[in-house]
């Protein structure tokens, strides 16, 4: 689950991560009043779960209140194209307004849990501001790694190695350590998958700031995490996938005309990838799970279909728990119920197949039975051709 | 012979009162695995599926000799499982539950001294050496036995594999589901490792998926180690980067775990590499013949 930067940032500061004070706008009226109570100058800065903002005209300085006004203005209710919204781009619903800070260095920092080792692994480099994958790929000698023992947690020397790599002395180094020992804290604590500082600030005065902050959470976590999971903003998901979250399908919305319809992430994840082999586009990424039952599938159904570019339904079964016979009654009364017209080719292995098979071909609807994954990919492509002719 | 689970194995079930752990815990023994015992703390002295259920692991071993752990719990009671199958002294445990926080998998991964119990999963079909023991929620009926050993990040994509093998008269000697989290237990190069041991196994279907280096880091030890045939297929060569898909480690970041540098890096180690989910029969059979 991501989270927006005013949420990460009130959440980090809880775990005694220094951030600048700042206020939480949903009008320009909130904003002017937000910025008077901080005093000016402040930066105005549009809220959304997405990097890029300030390249898109998302992060503003303000100098006075006329200034602060007119940014909230041109800020709320754009929508907002950076280079990971999409195309699409994101609306944006609330603003962040921020004290204005005498920046003297910028910095990077995050920390990730690093799959090879199993362990947290802090990133840091000391060139902030940056995409730190390009650093990686260009310079990777400025990426500073240090991987944390679960056991003990962050230890001194560790940061005091970051410290030393980042550059830091006197005072700031003092300030460095302790933001550092922090953000590990915040890391473990929520359950987070990715914390990110970028940048991460060292002001002229020798304070160590987080002037961004990104900050994801594991989301099978949440169920231990209340105070993250009551901070969910529904308007940052699309619709479908919101609608799927509710009935625990994983579902993702992608941009082509065949619905998929599959068990498990992987087999999900193959087919789409033979449908685009055959020639044709999926239009979803839509996972059922290894115990779906009827009801599942009629609302993984309703789910797909509902959206307008799906042209043909594409259901690829491999029944193990999920027995064939139970998805293909949960399919006839799906699509009885629901009235779908759209061609369905379906594909179906495993326990119970033939008696499946069976069912459909009695059921009377528009069924198209495959054998194996090539033919159904071919049945799909084949379907298209038909309604393009027709 | 085979690798993880066989003749020898003796499975005690965590969570064998549950619904699910009732279930297959009596599928497992149904395929032929000999199941002595189940765990569930406050039942011991009673009787599930025709074993005796013990309070702790520790005494289901001294007990009953079993070896071999299933867990069978929610998720957030299952790093506390694993880790007592560890502390018994398990030869391996195995886990199939989805929605382990990746802190408890960090934190349980820590407590496994060198040579201790092997952690298979979570969220993973499980393991199974055809005709001998599965441990797992397979479908059993799919496998036949022979020499071919199947890794995979998937579960359903590799009963797809194994049926394409089944299909073709190739038999396996042990399939093999490492799961889809972020951290798991047993990687890649685990099990290929197991595999190159095994005079059993005489060839390799390795499924991978996008996200993180587990694939690439497979492809290093095939080159430097494995000299068995390795056909491969990685899912999500369509998957939009910055999403994940469904599975908590299958996410393509900033350019890393892509498909294509998967493909590439194990394609350079010697792998057949197919682009199709429907040829992994196929290029294992054209591998065999060669």
Excluded at chain 1, 54 to 75: H, P
Excluded at chain 1, 188 to 212: H, K, R, W, Y
Excluded at chain 2, 16 to 27: C, V
Excluded at chain 2, 156 to 181: F, K, M, N, P, W
């Amino acid at each position: 689950m991501n989270l927006h930067e005013h949420q990460a940032k009130a959440l980090l500061a809880g775990y005694g991560v220094p951030i600048p004070r700042g206020k939480v706008a949903f009008s320009a009226d909130e904003a002017v009043a937000a910025a008077s109570e901080l005093g000016l100058p402040v930066v105005v800065k549009a809220q959304i779960h997405a990097g890029g903002r300030g390249k898109a005209g998302g992060v503003r300085l303000a100098r006075t209140e006329d200034e602060v006004r007119a940014a909230a203005d041109a800020i709320l209710g754009a929508t907002l194209v950076t280079k990971q919204t999409g195309p699409e781009g994101r609306l944006v619903r609330r603003l962040l307004v921020e004290e204005g800070v005498a920046i003297a260095r910028e910095l990077y920092v995050s920390f990730i849990v690093d799959r090879s080792t199993g362990r947290p692994m802090c990133v840091a480099s000391a060139a902030g501001g940056m995409d730190i994958e390009e650093v990686a790929a260009e310079t990777p000698e400025k990426i500073l790694t240090v991987t944390v023992d679960p056991a003990l947690g962050m230890q001194p020397f560790q940061a005091r190695r970051l410290a030393f790599g980042l550059g830091f002395e006197g005072p700031v180094f003092r300030n460095g350590t302790k933001f550092l020992t922090a953000l590990y804290r915040a890391f473990e604590g929520l359950d987070a998958s990715q914390v990110e500082i970028n940048p991460m600030l060292v002001t002229e005065g020798g304070d160590v700031l987080a002037l961004d902050a990104k900050v994801s959470v594991d989301d099978s976590a949440l169920f231990r995490q209340p105070e993250v999971a009551a901070l969910r903003d529904i308007h940052e998901e699309s619709p479908l996938e919101v609608e799927a979250s509710k009935h625990r399908l994983s579902y993702i919305k992608l941009d082509g005309s065949v619905g998929c319809m599959v068990n498990g992430a992987g087999l999900a994840m193959a087919t789409m990838d033979i449908v685009k082999l055959a020639g044709a586009s999926p239009a979803n990424f839509l996972d059922v799970g290894g115990g779906a039952s009827a009801e599942q599938i009629e609302n993984a159904f309703r789910i797909l279909s509902s959206d307008p570019e799906v042209r043909v339904v594409l259901i690829n079964i491999f029944g193990g728990i999920l027995r064939c016979d139970r998805l293909a009654k949960g399919l006839i009364a799906a699509v009885r119920k629901l009235g779908v017209t759209l061609p369905i080719v379906i594909r179906m292995e495993g326990t119970n197949v033939e008696l499946a098979r069976g069912m459909l071909e009695e059921s009377g609807l528009d069924f198209t039975t495959a054998d194996g994954m090539r033919d159904a990919a071919g049945q799909v492509v084949k379907r298209l051709a038909g309604q393009e002719a027709a | 012979m085979s690798v993880l689970v066989g003749n020898e194995t003796r499975l005690v079930v965590q969570g064998i009162t549950g619904r699910e752990g009732a279930f297959h815990a009596e599928a497992c023994r149904d395929y032929g695995t000999d199941l002595v015992a189940g765990v569930v703390p406050g039942k011991g002295g009673q009787t599930a599926v025709g074993v005796p259920v013990f309070d702790t692991v520790a005494e289901a071993v001294a007990k009953t000799h079993a070896n071999v752990g299933f867990v069978l719990v929610p998720p957030p009671f299952c790093a506390d499982a694993y880790a007592e199958a560890v502390d018994a002294g398990l030869d391996l445990v195995v886990s199939i539950t989805e929605g382990v926080p990746t802190r408890d998998m960090v934190r349980v991964m820590r407590t496994v001294p060198p040579g201790g119990t092997r952690i298979l999963g979570p969220n993973c079909p499980g393991v199974i050496s055809p005709g001998k023991a599965k441990v797992g929620i397979m479908p059993g009926f799919i496998h036949r036995e022979g020499h071919v050993g199947v890794v995979s990040r998937s579960g359903t994509l590799t009963y797809e594999a194994v049926h394409q093998l089944s299909e073709r008269g190739i038999g396996q000697s042990t399939c093999v589901g490492i799961g889809g989290d972020p951290v798991i237990g047993t990687n890649f190069v685990d099990v290929l490792e197991l595999f190159a041991a095994d005079d059993d196994t005489g060839a390799v279907i390795l499924i991978g998926e996008i996200g993180g280096g587990a694939e690439e880091e497979a492809a290093d030890f095939i080159r430097r180690e494995l000299k068995k045939p390795v056909v491969a297929f990685i899912a999500g060569q369509t998957a939009p980067p910055g999403r994940r898909m469904g599975h908590a480690g299958a996410i393509v970041m900033g350019g890393q775990g892509t498909a294509a540098g998967k493909m590439e890096a194990l394609r350079s180690a010697g792998c057949t590499v197919v682009e199709s989910p429907a040829e992994m029969g196929a290029a294992m059979e054209t591998r065999l013949r060669g």
